[in-house]
């Protein structure tokens, strides 16, 4: 299996903030890295597909970079919608694995 | 606008089978080249991706799981399925279905429902 690593798992940020999210990867995983944020109740929402591609509607202060095994979320601007936890995910292998999380709080 | 929404037993005795459905709406299960997928997400504990069934049929399923789940589908009624059997404590978690993209889009999960809290218990 390839093993997703976040840091951090937590985080305290205010309104304003530029927040930066790291996933290491175990393995390679090419372009096949995603993240995702998710609210309690709610579905997990696509923000960031095959490393950097922003998905339709997702505002432009979300940003993914990287490459091979390393990569980052960034957020420019936080927002009071932003505050929520944020998971990688690869689909590389069949078996397709997700980060631990990153909570982002207030 | 694709929506998924999953259904079922919210509590399940131990050792016995564990059925959800996922209808979604906006779009059909048998068009397009998309995996029909399950995750799980234990309380505190992170996601785990359970298996997925292509629109033509075929499935993979997280070897940790195999051999007690079956994802299928009625297109019938535009929905897909899981049964994950003999069923422990374990098992607790929130179940999601979501839509995965071909390989071609890098299988992101593009759609997901609002997930289903199923309990295991006596």
């Known amino acids: 299996d390839i093993q997703m690593t976040q840091s951090p798992s937590s985080l305290s940020a205010s309104v304003g903030d530029r927040v930066t999210i790291t996933c290491r990867a175990s393995d390679t995983v090419s372009r096949y890295l995603h993240w995702y944020q998710h609210k309690p109740g709610i579905a997990p929402k696509l923000l960031v597909s095959a490393v950097s591609t922003l998905e339709s509607g997702v505002p432009s202060r979300f940003s993914g970079s990287g490459s091979g095994t390393d990569f980052t979320l960034t957020i420019n601007g936080l927002q009071p919608e932003d505050f929520a936890t944020y998971y990688c995910?690869?689909?590389?292998?069949?078996?397709?694995?997700f980060g631990q999380g990153t909570k982002v709080e207030i | 606008q694709v929506q998924l929404q999953e259904s079922g037993p919210g509590l399940v005795k131990p050792l016995e089978t564990l059925s959800l459905t996922c209808t979604v709406s906006g779009g059909s299960i048998s068009g397009g080249s998309y995996f029909w997928t399950w995750v799980r997400q234990p309380a505190g504990k992170g996601l785990e991706w359970i298996g997925r069934i292509y629109t033509g049929g075929s499935t993979n399923y997280n070897p940790s799981l195999k051999s007690r789940v079956t994802i299928s589908t009625d297109t019938s009624k535009n929905q897909f399925s899981l049964r994950l059997n003999s069923v422990t404590a374990a098992d607790t978690a929130v179940y999601y279905c979501?839509?995965?993209?071909?390989?071609?889009?890098?299988?992101?999960?593009?759609?997901w429902g609002q997930g289903s809290l199923v309990t295991v218990s006596s």
């Open positions: 995910q690869q689909t590389y292998s069949a078996l397709c694995t």
């Open positions: 979501a839509r995965c993209r071909s390989n071609n889009d890098f299988a992101s999960f593009d759609y």
